[in-house]
Structures are given as structure tokens and as C-alpha cells.
């Protein structure tokens, strides 16, 4: 089971605030952090084994089986959901 979430930290995620409120790092660290990510993202980006548009594909072609695992659609919908956000991600950073 996962720990409890502190108030403050479930408001700065519904908000999109920092996830502190002391003073934030300095631009310089901000940059580095931010391109330490965009790198990260790029590197697990190409490791995928599947493209984003097989998984939707995959999806729909789930939607008209009666029979379909539904932990196997799980897992497609996991795997799409990451590489949306690795996808869309880099936007905000950069």
C-alpha cells in the first residue's frame, strides 16, 4: 500500500504547484535539472518496443473483442499513457 500524501502535497499536484514552498533552486540548477530531463525522456523515449500509434491501434482492436484480457489492455493503456507524456512532456521543459 502506498503512504499517505500529505495535504499540502496532494494540493501542489491537483494545482500543479512545486512540490515545496521554500525558495526555488537557482536558474543555473533550474537548466540543468530541466535538460538532465529532456535527456532522460529522449533516452527512454528509444527504448520503447512499441510506437504510441501500434498501442492505439492495439486498443481499438481490443474494443470490438468480447474475449480480450482486460489486464493485457491495462498494461497497452500504461504503456501509452507513458509514452504521451514523454511525448508531451518536453514541451514544458523546454
Known sequence: RPPEASPALLEAALLSLPLRRGPSASEPSEHA?????LAW???TSSDFATSEAQDEATL????????HDPRFAAVVRYRLSRKRLCRL???GLE
Open 33 to 37: 535539472a530541466a535538460s538532465a530531463l
Open 41 to 43: 525522456l529522449a533516452d
Open 89 to 91: 512532456l518536453p514541451e
Open 60 to 67: 481499438v482492436g481490443m474494443e470490438g473483442e468480447p474475449a
